[in-house]
C-alpha cells in the first residue's frame, strides 16, 4: 500500500513513517516543518531512508492543488498536521482556526475530489468533551477518580468543545465525519487521549509526559498546576501506531466513526506518580514548583476505549514504567538536538 502521512515530521507522524518504511510500506511524509523539532525529524528521516520515501513540504492552508495531487496517489491518507495547544489557541485563535478547520476541509476536498476511495485516518483529542462539570469526582488522597465511570468516558458523553482549540479540532472531526454520510468517504477518526514516546519534543503546554521526562533529566524547572492528583490515562506512540493498523486493516467496520484511543483504565497515571517513576529511573530527587490550577484543567480523564477494541480487537500492550525507559534513552540520546532547539 501507499500512504501519504500528512504532519508527518511530527511526533506521531515521525514514528508513524519509520514504522511504515521499515515494514517495507510506499510513504510520501508531508508537512510544513513550522514546529520545533520537525526539520530534525526530516532529516533522521532522510539520513535512515533516504531512497525509501518521498517528502514534500505543503502548507494544508493554501496547498490545495498540491493535497489532490498526492492524495490521488494513495491508498491510506493520516491526517495528523494540527495546532495542537490549548494556550496557542487562546492566545492566535486565528491561526488555530486556519490550521485546524480551514487545512482539514481542504483536505477533505481534495480527497473528496482526486481520491473518495481512500482510506483516511484523523487524529482528534479528548478535548472536545470540554469540562465534563457533570461528571462526579472523587479522590483517594492520592489520585482523582470517576465515581460512576470506572472504564472511563465513552463517546456517548456529550461534546462541550471548550477553547479555541476544543472547537477547531471538534468542528474538524465533525466535518469528518459528515464527509463519510455525505459523499461515502471511507474516514475514521480517533479521540487521542495522552500519547507519549521517542521523538517528542514536549512543552509545558502540550507533550506533558515527555515535558517532565526531558526536564527531570536536564535540571529544568517543573511546575505542578494544582495539587497534582491530576490523572490521565497514557497510551505509548507504537500502541497508537497499532490502533491506526488496526483501524485500516477492519475499515469495513471502523469507516465512519469516532473513536476514544488513549491508555484506557488499566493505562492512567498522575502527576506525581510520573515524577515518582523518573526518580526511581533517574535515581534522584526531583524538585517542582507547585501553582495554582489552571482554567479549564480537569482533574481526571480517562478514555474508555472498549468501543474500538471490541470491533478491532486492539488493546494497548507497553507498560507505562517501560515506555517511560524508551523515552529517558532517546532524551538523552538527543541531548545535542534538545539543545540546538531551546527546549533544554
Known sequence: MKHLI???CGFIGYNLAEHLIKKGEEVVVMDNLSRKGTTYNL??????FIDQFKFVACDIRIDKYLLEEYIAQVNVVYHLASQVAVTTSVTNPQLDFEINILG???????VRVANPNVIMLYASTNKVYGGMESIKIANNGEVYYYEDFPQGISEEQQLDFHSPYGCSKGAAEQYIRD????YGLRSV?????CIYGPNQFGIEDQGWVAWFTIAAIY???ISIYGDGMQVRDVLHVKDLLAAYEFAVKNIDKTQGQIYNVGGGAKKTSSLINLLSILEEKLDKKIPFNTADWRPGDQPVYISDIQKFSKITGWKPKIKFFDGIESLI????INETVLRK???I
Open 104 to 110: 482539514t476541509f481542504n483536505i477533505l476536498e481534495a
Open 219 to 221: 535540571e529544568k524547572d
Open 43 to 48: 532529516q533522521k528521516l532522510e539520513n535512515q
Open 179 to 182: 464527509y463519510h454520510r455525505i
Open 6 to 8: 500528512i504532519g508527518g
Open 341 to 343: 532547539i531551546n527546549l
Open 329 to 332: 534513552k532517546w532524551a538523552k
Open 189 to 193: 477518526c480517533f479521540r487521542q487521549s
